[in-house]
């Protein structure tokens, strides 16, 4: 375990966990981030990296020459963004702006990123270039995929890309990765269900979409289990319905929308739950005398890290907390992330790094209302950034 290290950052632990319940306090939504961004920039400036503003609207990378010689390059990325969630932790810095929140952790990844800047700024032990990527709108808008199209590797070329995460569970300071497809594809999908609507009072003279929208959503969970391949991994929900008003619950709405996302990891099992769902959608708006109206969109791609940059991420890892603390074959995760985008065009790695549990023992899941960065996990994130930058621009 590299305590020298560990020691180094503790002693501007402080700083970044304020700076971290900061952000906490004041999130933004996806190419939003402007206060954010702004607040990275300035750090990055002071310590004396190349700044370039813009990419994706709010995007920032901040470039650091290493004082050895050497020609490679690598970059790691963080995430920026808030979800449209309206907390429910009741900690003294939660968020001060009605229905968002730094619900899956982007709070603590820019901390995270930033103490490792700010250390490699001061101790340029390196060789090459190193650029730090700071992304907007990682929660279903895509800004990794927009940087990417907007020429961030044209732009700042590298040799590898890297990106972290926190997991809920995992031990703080225990480490998570796998060479090859890790994280899922993600697919959006909505139905609208339209019949006449009526009178609650006589719904045989209405036809009833609410009925179509139960018959569906509950025969299609169905489909997992009885037209996905058993050994494959995929996974179907609905996240939003919508239909009539609380101020008239004696009508029966004449629409009703739902929508919500799937996970799958090959095309193959994609284009089943595509088909499933349509034909679902389909028959249960028929057995209602309804109509179905129904989009199905690709979203982000499977997240694949390439092999040797796994195996580099894994053993950066256990050169910083030990083998012990390192996963190197974790189980795929049915989640989704547009770091996928970059890691299409430039071989990298993703790795999962500990965020335990709460203060109780409970564990906090991420995208809920109760979710809460662990300020433990910053200084192990920060010192993985700066163990993994040291190792690959040796």
Request: hydrophobic share 45%.
């Amino acid at each position: 375990m590299d305590n020298a290290l560990l020691d180094a950052l503790r002693r501007h632990e402080a700083e970044f966990i304020a700076l971290r319940q900061d952000l906490h306090r004041h999130p933004e939504l996806g190419f939003q981030e402007h206060r954010t961004a702004g607040i990275v920039a300035g750090r990055l400036r002071d310590w004396g990296f190349e700044v370039t503003t813009g990419l994706a609207g709010t995007g920032i990378v901040g470039t650091l020459r290493g004082r050895r010689p050497g020609q490679g390059a690598i970059a790691l990325r963080a995430d920026m963004d808030a979800l449209p969630i309206h907390e429910a932790t009741g900690l003294p810095y939660a968020s001060e702006r009605d229905g968002m929140m730094h619900a899956c952790g982007h709070d603590g990844h820019t901390a995270m990123l930033l103490a490792a800047a700010r250390h490699l700024a001061e101790n340029p032990d390196f060789g090459g270039t190193l650029h730090v990527i700071f992304q907007p709108a990682e929660e279903n808008l895509g800004g990794g995929r927009a940087m990417v199209e907007q020429g961030l590797f044209d732009r700042f070329p590298c040799d590898a890309v890297f990106g972290l995460h926190n997991e809920p569970g995992l031990p703080v300071g225990h480490f998570a990765t796998r060479a090859g497809p890790m994280l899922a594809a993600m697919d959006s999908w909505a139905v609208e269900f339209r019949g006449t609507g009526g009178h609650g009072a006589m719904p045989h003279r209405a036809t009833d979409p609410t009925l179509a929208q139960a018959q569906f959503l509950l025969t299609l969970q169905a489909a997992i289990g009885r037209n996905i391949p058993a050994l494959e991994a995929a996974v179907i929900s609905a996240g939003y319905i919508s239909a009539g008003t609380p101020a008239a619950p004696n009508v029966i709405p004449a629409s009703v929308v739902l929508g919500g996302t799937a996970r799958t990891f090959r095309s193959e099992v994609r284009d089943i739950l595509e088909r499933r769902l349509r034909e679902l959608a389909e028959a249960a708006a028929l057995a209602q005398g309804c109509t179905a109206t129904i989009r199905f969109e690709a979203e982000y791609p499977v997240l694949v890290n390439s092999a040797a940059e796994a195996a580099r991420a894994a053993d950066a890892a256990a050169a910083l907390a030990g083998e012990a603390a390192v996963r190197r074959e974790a189980a795929p995760i049915t989640a989704a992330e547009d770091f996928a985008y970059m890691l299409q065009r430039r071989p990298g790695a993703f790795m999962m790094t500990g965020n335990g549990t709460s203060p109780d023992g409970v564990l906090r899941p991420v995208h809920t209302p109760l979710y809460d960065f662990n300020d433990a996990a910053l200084i192990h994130g920060a010192a993985y950034w700066v163990t993994l930058a040291r190792r690959e621009l040796a």
